[in-house]
C-alpha cells in the first residue's frame, strides 16, 4: 500500500480519536491541519453514523479493488456452499491490462480461499471466478452487484464487472461507507479481509499470498474490515473500519494525500 496513503490515514484516525473529549463529545478534525492532494477523503465515526471529515465526498470516480466487497457481499449472499470446488479459467484472465497472478489457469480452491484471496490479495482472478460461479454466470452477478447497490441507497454507485480492473466501477465515497457497514455485517468478509497471510495448494505447489494492507501488521490496530485498490484512474485507494478510542470510524482515502502538521 502507497506509504503517503498510510501516513495520513494514520493521521486522521488519530486527529479524530484525539480530538474527543472522555465524555463522548463528538469527533472533529480540523481541516486547517490537513493538506489534502487527493481528491476524496472522508471519515465516519460508524458508531453514531456520523461524518467527522469529508473532501469530495459527492465526487462520483473509478473504485478500483474496493469493488472487490460488493463482490463478496453478493457471493454470500446466493448462500453458495463455500466448501465447493471452483476452478480458474481463459474467462478468469485480464487480457485488458495484462495484470499478473499466481492462481494459474486450472487452478482449483474451495470457494471460501477464493473469497479469501480476493479480499486479503486482492486477487482478480479470484473474483473472477466468483462471479462465473455464481447463478446465471457473470453478467448475473454484475448485475446482482448493481441491485445490491440500490438496495443499500447507493445512488451513485455503478459496477461493470467483479474486480475493480475497469475504470468504469464507479462510486461516492459516501456511498462507499455504505459499503463498508453493509460487508462489515458479514464476520466471513471482516475476517476474511484482515487476514495477514495464506498458503495455499495450487497444483501441486504451495503458494504463501499475503495482505495488501501494512496496517494489518500493526497490532495496535483493532481493525475489523479493510481493503486496499490501485488503477491509473482511481490512484491509490482503501477503505478501512477500524476501533479507535472506543469508536468504531470507518474512512475511505483515495489518491496521494499528505498530512501537514505544521499548518
Not at 127 to 155: C, D, I, T
Amino acid at each position: 500500500m502507497n506509504r503517503r496513503l498510510t501516513i495520513v490515514f494514520l493521521a486522521l484516525i488519530a486527529m479524530a480519536a484525539l480530538g474527543r473529549a472522555a465524555a463522548q463529545a463528538p469527533l472533529v478534525l480540523d481541516p486547517a491541519k490537513l493538506r489534502l492532494a487527493s481528491l476524496n477523503a472522508v471519515v465516519v465515526d460508524a458508531s453514531a453514523n456520523r461524518p467527522v471529515y469529508a473532501k469530495g465526498a459527492n465526487d462520483v470516480t473509478p473504485i478500483a479493488s474496493l469493488t472487490k466487497l460488493m463482490t463478496a457481499i453478493v457471493t454470500l449472499d446466493a448462500g453458495p456452499s463455500l466448501d465447493e470446488t471452483i476452478a480458474i479459467d481463459v474467462d478468469d484472465l485480464d487480457f485488458v491490462k495484462g495484470t499478473n497472478s499466481r492462481l494459474r489457469m486450472g487452478a482449483e480452491l474451495p470457494r471460501r480461499e477464493m473469497l479469501r484471496l480476493a479480499l486479503m490479495s486482492s486477487e482478480n482472478r479470484a473474483a473472477n471466478s466468483l462471479s462465473r460461479h455464481f447463478p446465471g454466470g457473470a453478467e448475473a452477478f454484475v448485475a446482482a452487484m448493481n441491485r445490491k447497490a440500490a438496495q443499500l441507497g447507493m445512488r451513485d454507485t455503478r459496477y461493470v464487472e467483479p474486480t475493480g480492473l475497469s475504470p468504469d466501477n464507479r462510486a461516492s465515497a459516501n456511498d462507499l461507507t455504505v459499503l463498508v457497514r453493509a460487508a462489515s455485517a458479514h464476520q466471513l468478509i471482516r475476517e476474511l479481509s484482515t487476514s495477514h497471510d495464506a498458503q495455499v495448494a495450487v497444483g501441486a505447489r504451495q503458494v504463501q499470498f499475503r495482505t495488501t494492507n501494512r496496517l494489518l501488521a500493526d497490532p495496535t490496530w483493532e481493525i475489523a474490515l479493510q481493503k486496499t485498490g490501485y488503477i491509473a484512474a482511481a490512484g491509490r485507494c482503501m477503505v478501512m473500519q477500524a476501533q479507535m478510542a472506543g469508536r468504531r470510524l470507518t474512512s475511505h482515502l483515495e489518491s496521494g494525500i499528505c498530512f501537514n502538521p505544521q499548518a
